[in-house]
């Protein structure tokens, strides 16, 4: 009879085939081999946790903010191109860097709320209410449970009949504009307020568009990248003309790039030769855990920090904040 799993362990451990032997073990010779020279941050999974804490601990990277509050609508009137994966990524990207960011959602879906881990059921006070003047912004504004200086206006399926609504209003294309002004005298220190649009050129894009000063169109590479694009510019032209003349297209940020296909690099080269340097050079790639990161109702950069969308998205935000410094400083 055995005395003890102690020693059946011992004994089928020295037995197996190719395993080391602990009391032969030579390590000066196994750093001669090519497996000693394997840094542990060549390894996959070693690799994504040193990913995941640079974004957890950002260290020494410098984010300027803004000199004023900058507020940019997220828009493209064509479907599944990343407007509210990009629009609740960048927001916690730029919070992870210490700014403090305000997302409106203004699509019926909810689904940035949903990312954002706000409530946003019926009866919640949301950009509806806001939008139709029966709440102060001070009571739509919830914090997101992920990070203190990420805020959130979260959208219920009441805003589907808003359109309507608000057709018959006073100013009906100008009230955003006004909520987001007086969530500045309410004491939010907000930095940047990023508003994600419906897939479409209606009455709440409009007030998206005369609410901003800046236009962020993420752009898929794929195929028909650029189709709707020009109407969506044209839109964008009219409200410059009419409604808001400081309205710019600042950013255009290319989204589900796969680089193992030279359809994403000629999509890539075309949006870049059609809109020159508002693109940013990050690119955001196909994956899996950006995707699943709203089914947890987080962004990908609390879902899974070390991952590759998650790093791409801080760069993005970087690259966001850094770009209009270096206007700033040019004027």
Do not use: W
């Given at each position: 009879?055995?005395?003890?799993?102690?020693?059946?362990?011992?004994?089928?451990?020295?037995?197996v085939?190719?395993?080391?032997?602990s009391s032969?073990?030579?390590?000066e010779?196994?750093?001669n081999t090519?497996?000693?020279h394997?840094?542990p941050a060549?390894?996959?999974?070693?690799a994504?946790?040193?990913?995941?804490?640079?974004?957890?601990h950002?260290?020494k990277?410098?984010?300027p903010?803004?000199?004023e509050?900058r507020?940019?609508?997220?828009?493209?009137?064509k479907g599944?191109v990343?407007?509210?994966?990009?629009?609740?990524n960048l927001?916690?990207?730029?919070?992870?860097?210490?700014?403090?960011?305000?997302?409106v959602?203004?699509d019926?879906?909810g689904?940035?709320?949903?990312a954002?881990g706000?409530a946003?059921?019926s009866g919640?006070p949301?950009?509806?209410?806001l939008l139709i003047?029966e709440?102060?912004v001070?009571?739509?504004?919830?914090v997101?449970?992920?990070?203190e200086?990420?805020?959130c206006?979260?959208?219920t399926?009441?805003?589907?009949?808003?359109e309507i609504?608000?057709?018959s209003?006073?100013a009906?294309?100008?009230r955003?504009?006004?909520?987001i002004?007086?969530a500045?005298?309410?004491?939010?220190?907000i930095?940047?307020v990023?508003?994600?649009?419906p897939p479409s050129?209606?009455?709440?894009t409009?007030n998206?568009?005369?609410?901003?000063k800046e236009?962020?169109?993420?752009i898929?590479?794929?195929?028909y990248?650029?189709?709707?694009?020009g109407?969506l510019?044209?839109?964008?032209?009219?409200?410059?003309?009419?409604?808001?003349?400081?309205l710019?297209?600042?950013?255009?940020?290319?989204t589900?790039y796969?680089?193992?296909t030279?359809?994403a690099?000629?999509?890539?080269e075309e949006?870049?030769?059609h809109?020159?340097?508002v693109?940013?050079?990050?690119?955001?790639?196909r994956?899996?855990?950006?995707?699943?990161?709203?089914?947890?109702?987080?962004?990908?950069?609390?879902?899974?920090?070390?991952s590759?969308?998650?790093?791409?998205?801080?760069?993005?935000?970087?690259?966001?904040?850094?770009?209009?410094?270096?206007k700033?400083?040019?004027?």
């Amino acid at each position: 009879m055995s005395s003890g799993p102690a020693n059946v362990s011992r004994e089928t451990t020295s037995r197996v085939p190719g395993m080391l032997d602990s009391s032969s073990f030579d390590a000066e010779t196994f750093g001669n081999t090519p497996f000693g020279h394997i840094s542990p941050a060549e390894t996959p999974i070693a690799a994504e946790a040193q990913r995941a804490s640079q974004i957890l601990h950002p260290g020494k990277v410098n984010v300027p903010k803004p000199r004023e509050q900058r507020i940019i609508t997220i828009a493209n009137q064509k479907g599944g191109v990343g407007k509210t994966t990009t629009t609740v990524n960048l927001a916690a990207a730029l919070a992870h860097q210490g700014m403090t960011v305000l997302v409106v959602d203004l699509d019926p879906q909810g689904n940035a709320s949903t990312a954002l881990g706000v409530a946003h059921n019926s009866g919640v006070p949301s950009s509806y209410e806001l939008l139709i003047g029966e709440v102060a912004v001070k009571d739509a504004i919830q914090v997101s449970p992920h990070s203190e200086r990420l805020l959130c206006v979260p959208a219920t399926i009441d805003l589907a009949g808003a359109e309507i609504e608000l057709v018959s209003m006073v100013a009906r294309e100008g009230r955003l504009k006004t909520a987001i002004r007086e969530a500045g005298m309410v004491g939010f220190d907000i930095d940047y307020v990023l508003i994600d649009c419906p897939p479409s050129l209606g009455l709440l894009t409009v007030n998206a568009l005369v609410a901003a000063k800046e236009v962020l169109i993420p752009i898929q590479c794929e195929y028909y990248a650029l189709e709707g694009v020009g109407q969506l510019l044209r839109n964008i032209g009219l409200v410059q003309a009419h409604l808001n003349p400081e309205l710019h297209v600042s950013t255009v940020l290319l989204t589900m790039y796969d680089g193992r296909t030279k359809l994403a690099d000629q999509v890539a080269e075309e949006v870049r030769n059609h809109f020159g340097d508002v693109v940013l050079k990050s690119m955001i790639p196909r994956s899996v855990k950006v995707s699943e990161a709203p089914g947890y109702g987080m962004t990908v950069l609390d879902y899974d920090p070390g991952s590759r969308g998650a790093m791409s998205y801080m760069d993005a935000g970087r690259e966001l904040a850094s770009r209009a410094q270096l206007k700033q400083d040019a004027s």
